[in-house]
């Protein structure tokens, strides 16, 4: 294909060589792609959405018991089972026992709820959070910093303030006055059915808890990218301040901000497990990683002792496990697009 | 330097008035129902909750309201705990040593490993050195600081019997364990935690600083002039890389007492964290003053923290001043 206005054919029989320009995007997914480390973190990721969304309803199919059904056989002698074992099957009453059902990873706690179950339902209110609080962050976040980076002046100086005000507030003391007085509130809010009891409100407060670390680098970024040519040669034709930041501005931001996104997102587990672990975040019955691990919790709060043995050392273990693995893999991932985004830099 | 002070301070202050409201808010106009909280049964009389609204002054204008618990503030009373009717300042000033020693020395930990790592991983760059010790820490920011701290007492106080099994003994005089050695043994183990949660982090920004400063003419002029590595980066490197660690450290003072509360909980220390949580899981119900008083305590100290930061940044790099400090540039 030649270049338009060009007569195709200069020299008689003799075809141009065609070098097809390659996008950014494009050498990033090439670069990807020939990534060993990002390859097996993202199918990594992946494993553990599908696994999470998809797997919990197949699991709740095939062993025919769900993350809130209680079974007494599963604490005999006041301890949660270990995993794999086969526990009596009974009706509501506790009155006809029918065969055994199977606690791939034992028991939740003296309760006597399926932990594999507990794990996978508790894992999409844990992820739906993050997501959730992340997107609230991202939103604020390069709203306000890109607004704050390109005009400067009082705007800037306000952000700033902002800035510094949110990173000073004590975010899980704040969770814990506010699951004083509005944990019934937050905890009913489910976005019209389509996401898991208490996320949405959880979700939005994280967000408004991390917004001010994406609102930093582009606050910067936009600092250092308004002072280029492109932006004046855009200005010089004038273009409006609205159509400079989002059509010459936000593109120069996508590729970092899915980086820092990684980023927000792994704070925002950890803070998720932190709010819920307190009892203050998502609200028992309903699972979350954060409230299985106040199962070991519980039992914790013994000033001084130091006599401390966990019940089971299981309830701790899988929710601890689930939360690294999915950590690990996105920062990994998130670090490997980076890579792939600049490739020169260290 | 003295108009940079003045306009810091005055911004400290306008972020302290701030904070007042935010706690007045959730101390007064987000319950509902805040006489409840003072009242022993849980289905009162409405004269009795018209007693108690009265007693907390929420029958008064608003602005009435806010006045009076800002001039209560600025006297130093948060309360009194609704548990016990201890004074919330006294509470504080008791338990904020055993925080205080929690974070300091964590920070002190963290400094120098991240330090050391970091100066290793930019000297043996790309390779597999490297590697390991820039992505193991991952596992620090993965797990949840109470997980390593639980692991961490179980491993090393109760199977290996070569730490104590928490608790706290204070660095001078009083209680049953005193005085340096016992406070320092109690410590480590929280120590570490402290540094395993930030250290990821901290070695990549060390790493990426080398890295960068390696490659100033300053540091070509002394390769040139013969100095040793050890010489280029103890003299003429790390004086480049230290002012970030500092800014990058009062900057993450919030996380690092949100990190606090559960490292204190995992080792049973009593500090601010604790009572925190104490508060929050009485028997009585949540303890309101005790939780706003430790919430202001904290982000007072964290905006304090940060305002000496900028001002000992831009004594030291007078160029900061025309913006607004290191805080503002990561």
Redesign the interface.
Known sequence: MSPAGFPAAAGAGVEEPVVAATSQRVMVLRRLRHDPVAIVSGALLLFILLGVFAGGPIAEHLLGHGPDDIFLGSVPDGLPVGPLTHVPNHDQAYQHFDGTTLFVLGADGYVGRDELMRLLYGGQASIEVALGATLVAMLIGVTLGGLAGYFGGVLD?VV??AI??V????????A???????TGWLGSLTAGGLLRPGVPGLAVFIGLATWFYPA??V??QVMSLREQEFVEGARMVGASHRRILLTHLLPHLTGPLVVYGTIVF?TNV?LE??IS????GIQLPNPSWGNM?ST??GT?????????T?PTIWT?IFP?VA??V???AT??FGEQVRRALDPRA? | MAAYVVRRLA?AA??LF??SL?TYA?YFK???NPGMYIIGTPHPTPAQIEAANHKLGVDQPVVVQYLKFADRLLHGNLGKSYATGEPVLSIIRSDAPVTASVVVGGAVLLILASIVLGIISAQR?HTRLDWVVS?LP??G????P??VG?IL??TF?KHLQLA????YCSLMGGGGCSGPEHWLSHLILPWITFTLFLLPLYVRMV??RV?ETLDEPHVMVARGKGAAERRVIGLHVMPLVLPSLAAMLA?D??AA??AA??IE??F?L?GLG?D??????GFV??D?PV??G??MA??AT??AL?AIADIIAVRLDPRLEIG?GV????
């Open positions: 100086a700033l303030r510094d005000f990173m000073a507030f004590p975010i899980i003391l704040l814990i006055a506010l699951g004083s007085n509005a930093r680098i606050r910067v792994a950890i497990a932190s672990l307190l009892g203050v691990l070991n919790f914790l709060i013994n000033l001084g002792s130091s006599e401390y966990p701790a601890t939360i690294l999915t950590l690990v920062v990994t260290r | 911004s306008v972020l701030v904070l935010v959730i987000i319950p509902s760059g992505s991952l596992l920011i993965a797990l949840h109470l997980a639980l007492r179980s106080s104590p099994g928490g608790g790493r990426t890295l900057m003072a919030g007492l949100t509360i559960y909980v995992a049973g009593p604790s925190a949580l104490f508060a929050q899981q119900g949540f309101l939780i706003t430790i919430v904290i982000a964290v905006i940060n607004r805080t503002g540039l990561r």
